[in-house]
């Protein structure tokens, strides 16, 4: 199965050789933050280029999105778009499980607010991580809030079987 195909279908994606290609330390939101300050950086270059006051005013990008509650739509603005990017605009769930150890694992579900399909069918939108033991042990996709919360649900359980077999 192909990349593509599984993130049309919401499926794990796990090939044969599949290795994170980052471990996971630190606070996910501070990955977050250097994101957003990369964007308002190019915000400012497209304000030379275009000549315009007020960048936040000019057309949305083809392919982003606004989750308001658990509605999804497209992106009117850039600025009504990078005020949906804040991490706290876009965190569906999060749900963190110590072990007996003391160590901490994690589920997070965010909404993407980019298209992850790259226009090529149904808008992948939301994006669930599990981190086990500082690294990631999954990342599933989704094109819907309701598939993304389901999704959630599903990797949480997922992780404490795995929590249960290491302890």
């Not at 977050?32 to 990369?38: K, V, W």
């Not at 308001?68 to 804040?86: H, M, N, Q, S």
């Not at 999954?138 to 290491?166: F, N, Q, S, W």
């Amino acid at each position: 199965m192909t990349w593509q195909e599984n993130e049309s279908t919401g499926e794990e994606w796990k090939g044969d050789n599949y290795q994170p290609e980052h471990s996971f330390d630190g606070d996910p939101s501070d990955l977050f933050n250097r994101l957003i300050n990369l964007l308002n950086e190019a915000s400012q270059s497209l304000k030379d280029i275009h000549n315009v006051e007020n960048v936040e005013d000019m057309p949305a990008p083809k392919g982003t999105y606004i989750l308001d509650g658990e509605i999804v739509r497209p992106a009117k603005t850039y600025g009504e778009y990078l005020e949906g990017f804040k991490i706290d605009n876009r965190r569906v769930d999060e749900t963190v499980l110590p072990d007996k150890e003391g160590n901490i694992s994690v589920v997070s579900t965010v909404f993407l607010s980019l298209d992850h399909s790259f226009g090529t069918g149904t808008p992948i939108l939301f994006e669930t991580l599990g981190v086990h033991n500082g690294e990631e042990f999954c990342m599933k996709r989704y094109p819907t809030y309701e598939a993304a919360i389901t999704g959630h649900r599903e990797t949480v359980e997922e992780l404490k079987e795995i929590i249960k077999k290491d302890t």
